[in-house]
């Protein structure tokens, strides 16, 4: 009998959701609307900033914060080497030369040690990842930033709803930014978005998203509808003012948002809920390591990723990898170190051994499925599985 596929990730979309975007569909307003400026309140809000501003993904949302603080060539930005791509990409994107330090091997963020080891002359700013939704030293890395009077740019992509020390995810650099692709917290299919509580980044960033509008245009409430469908072009709307693209967020995108943030209680308390179960099922395996949380910490569950032990290497973990898929359990190697990946190795002539924590984690981690709906059967399957085949590779190492 071949075993139930058990997916990486699932969004968990509701008849809520589909009303809304039900809704929205026939409304005949279909971009720059309530929708948006609903997402943008919810989210600042959850984050506690002031400002919110819709953009159609994270990564768009971390190059408008870039920009947004001027910061291009010549500029140095201090960022982690384990995190997907886009963190350290939207550095290359303004023409700016990413610095990379390594990382806490508990927490798995940037050790903030080494961050402010780092800093020179010309550095403008640090990108502080919350790794797998761990809030770990953003406090830290904040109190750097202040010391140095350099920006510090929060990638909360994958962080809503986790807490340090009370205080949430986005609310910890003079800027955040959070992502909504399917398998994040929330989605909205694609998405992302800036919470800040400096007016200035937030009306740049409204400015960027929409075509270089000017700033009043974009400031207050929906426009009306004929000046966003091309009718009577009113007041400013033809006006650009600065280089702009478009970044906005559609008001379907939006919908799917706002449902899913006025679920994001029950939905943060369904992902700890699997976590708990992984950690029941796996904590007696010796050769795992799971995930850490710190006190003060709440972590906010993106994904579940476990390491093999130190002993293990790259090919042995990729043999777990592939073991895992074989048995139709979605698993993924969260992630490989950003120095490594090939233009980063060629452009800055980053080779192995320059980060050696983030590169031993990074040989030996892997995600396991996770999301709203994982049942407990099926974390069992998964803790079978990884019971037999790391087993395996214990014999082959022997
Ligand atoms: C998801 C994510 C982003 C943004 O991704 P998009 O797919 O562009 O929304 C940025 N940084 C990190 C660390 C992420 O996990």
């Given at each position: 009998?071949?075993?139930?596929?058990?997916?990486l990730?699932?969004?968990?979309?509701?008849?809520?959701?589909?009303?809304?975007?039900?809704?929205?569909?026939?409304?005949?307003?279909?971009?720059?609307?309530?929708?948006?400026?609903?997402?943008?309140?919810?989210?600042?809000?959850?984050?506690?900033?002031?400002?919110?501003?819709?953009?159609?993904?994270?990564?768009?949302?971390?190059?408008?914060?870039?920009?947004?603080?001027?910061?291009?060539?010549?500029?140095?930005?201090?960022?982690t080497p384990f995190s997907f791509i886009?963190?350290a990409?939207?550095?290359?994107?303004?023409?700016?030369?990413?610095?990379f330090?390594d990382i806490d091997p508990v927490?798995l963020?940037?050790?903030?040690?080494?961050?402010?080891?780092?800093?020179?002359?010309?550095?403008?700013?640090?990108?502080?990842?919350?790794t797998f939704?761990?809030?770990?030293?953003?406090?830290?890395?904040?109190?750097?930033?202040?010391?140095?009077?350099?920006?510090?740019?929060?990638?909360?992509?994958?962080?809503?709803?986790?807490?340090?020390?009370?205080?949430?995810?986005?609310?910890?650099?003079?800027?955040?930014?959070?992502?909504?692709?399917?398998?994040?917290?929330?989605?909205?299919?694609?998405?992302?978005?800036?919470?800040?509580?400096?007016?200035?980044?937030?009306?740049?960033?409204?400015?960027?998203?929409?075509?270089?509008?000017?700033?009043?245009?974009?400031?207050?409430?929906?426009?009306?509808?004929?000046?966003?469908?091309?009718?009577?072009?009113?007041?400013?709307?033809?006006?650009?003012?600065?280089?702009?693209?478009?970044?906005?967020?559609?008001?379907?995108?939006?919908?799917?948002?706002?449902?899913?943030?006025?679920?994001?209680?029950?939905?943060?308390?369904?992902?700890?809920?699997?976590?708990?179960?992984?950690?029941?099922?796996l904590?007696?395996n010796p050769h795992l390591i799971l995930p850490?949380?710190?006190?003060?910490?709440?972590?906010?569950?993106?994904v579940f990723v476990v390491r093999l032990a130190p002993s293990y290497r790259a090919e042995e973990r990729d043999r777990v990898i592939s073991g895992l898929r074989r048995q139709?359990i979605g698993t993924a190697d969260y992630f490989p170190c950003i120095h490594l990946q090939p233009f980063y190795q060629e452009?800055?002539?980053f080779r192995p051994g320059m980060f050696p924590i983030a590169e031993s984690v990074a040989q030996r981690t892997f995600a396991l499925?996770?999301?709203?709906?994982?049942?407990?059967?099926?974390?069992?399957?998964v803790?079978?599985a990884l019971d037999v085949l790391i087993g395996q590779e214990n014999l082959t190492r022997a």
């Open positions: 009998m071949s075993v139930k596929e058990i997916p990730s699932r969004p968990d979309i509701t008849d809520l959701e589909e009303q809304l975007v039900l809704r929205t569909l026939r409304s005949g307003r279909l971009s720059i609307g309530p929708m948006v400026e609903q997402f943008e309140k919810l989210v600042a809000a959850q984050s506690q900033c002031r400002y919110g501003v819709a953009v159609n993904s994270g990564t768009s949302g971390l190059q408008l914060v870039l920009q947004s603080l001027n910061i291009g060539p010549g500029d140095e930005v201090i960022t886009a963190s990409n939207c550095i290359l994107t303004v023409g700016a030369t990413p610095v330090v927490t963020n940037m050790d903030p040690a080494r961050v402010e080891a780092a800093i020179t002359r010309r550095t403008k700013a640090i990108i502080a990842v919350e939704g761990n809030p770990a030293h953003m406090d830290a890395y904040a109190q750097i930033a202040a010391r140095h009077e350099i920006a510090m740019i929060e990638d909360c992509c994958e962080a809503l709803g986790a807490t340090l020390k009370g205080r949430p995810a986005g609310h910890f650099g003079r800027v955040g930014v959070f992502g909504f692709y399917p398998n994040k917290q929330i989605t909205t299919g694609e998405g992302g978005m800036v919470v800040t509580d400096d007016s200035r980044i937030a009306e740049m960033c409204r400015s960027l998203r929409n075509q270089g509008r000017p700033l009043p245009a974009n400031l207050g409430a929906t426009p009306p509808l004929e000046q966003v469908v091309g009718g009577t072009p009113m007041g400013s709307w033809l006006r650009h003012e600065r280089l702009g693209y478009n970044f906005r967020l559609s008001e379907i995108n939006a919908a799917l948002g706002v449902a899913q943030m006025r679920r994001l209680d029950e939905i943060l308390q369904k992902r700890q809920d699997v976590a708990n179960l992984y950690f029941a099922r904590a007696g850490t949380v710190l006190p003060g910490t709440t972590m906010s569950w993106f139709d452009r800055f002539g499925p996770f999301h709203n709906h994982l049942t407990a059967a099926e974390v069992d399957i803790g079978q």
